[in-house]
């Protein structure tokens, strides 16, 4: 078992009082976990085999790979990289969406290490893991460039960063509609609240670099950057037709927007 270090998040939504954007996101996600689906044990075999086909390229073949998940959620990617024969730990900044990973964990007998942990500031010895992985994460991150300095620290001489992502609150009015019009749909199907979203990432998106939308040029700097190296990018075109063929339909609605993976290799010594 790896062990992580509990984090000490200092906010108080009553009093208005602003200590710790870390803690706003992670006291958002602790009240979003009481609704949050748990219903990963339901997965369906074509959703599994969409994700494990999007995958195939940067998991080496058969090859056994230590992995490390961010923003593991209720635990998403874990089960699916556990479930192929990987080794995977799981890391969120929330504790209630970890809970919902470990149940959705043991409902499939899968062992996987969840731990409490900031993305940014890893709790594992440098060159660790031999793939780093995200899914829609980096948003949500006030230092991306750290992050991801952080990532490629962990990671073993040619292993893998993968990055999961998409460009979720472009301004233009025409996707600004569209996610509005989601939200609505989701409001009346399936009884989500977003005003409790807007009520606790208004007052910090400024402070999230990439909350806007996360632009592929960008994400190629922030890799280089990184001394991450034969960075590329592809199209998650079956994973996107997926959601619009057999999601809700504000998932349909929302998934017009073009999701991608980025990976990036550390340098072989």
């Not at 998403?76 to 149940?103: C, N, P, Q, W």
């Not at 991450?228 to 079956?238: F, I, Y």
């Amino acid at each position: 078992m790896q062990s992580c270090f509990a984090l000490p998040f200092l906010f108080n939504l009553q009093s208005g009082v602003l200590m710790d954007v870390k803690g706003v996101i992670a006291d958002y996600w602790d009240k979003r976990s009481h609704t949050y689906h748990n219903d990963l044990n339901k997965l369906r075999a074509d959703e599994h085999s969409i994700w494990v086909g999007a995958l195939k390229d940067v998991l080496n073949g058969g090859e056994h790979l230590k992995i490390l998940d961010l923003g593991t959620g209720p635990g998403f990617l874990a089960l699916i990289l556990a479930e192929i024969g990987h080794e995977v730990t799981g890391l969120d900044i929330s504790e209630g969406m970890l809970e919902k990973a470990r149940y959705n964990a043991r409902a499939r007998n899968l062992m996987i290490d969840f731990c409490l942990a900031d993305a940014e500031n890893l709790p594992f010895q440098d060159e660790d893991f031999d793939l780093v992985v995200s899914k829609y994460l980096l948003w949500t991150l006030p230092h991306p460039e750290r992050a991801v300095d952080e990532w490629n620290r962990v990671l073993k001489p040619g292993g893998k960063v993968v990055l999961i992502d998409g460009v979720w609150f472009d301004p233009a009015i025409n996707r600004w509609l569209r996610r509005n019009l989601s939200t609505l749909l989701a409001i009346v199907t399936e009884r989500r609240n977003p005003w409790r979203f807007k009520r606790y990432y208004n007052p910090i998106k400024d402070r999230l670099p990439f909350y806007s939308g996360v632009k592929p040029h960008e994400l190629y700097t922030l890799f280089n950057e990184a001394g991450l190296t034969n960075v590329s990018l592809k199209p998650l075109s079956e994973v996107q037709e997926f959601y619009m063929n057999c999601g809700s339909l504000s998932r349909k609605i929302i998934h017009k927007e073009p999701n991608f993976i980025l990976t990036g290799e550390k340098i072989r010594c």
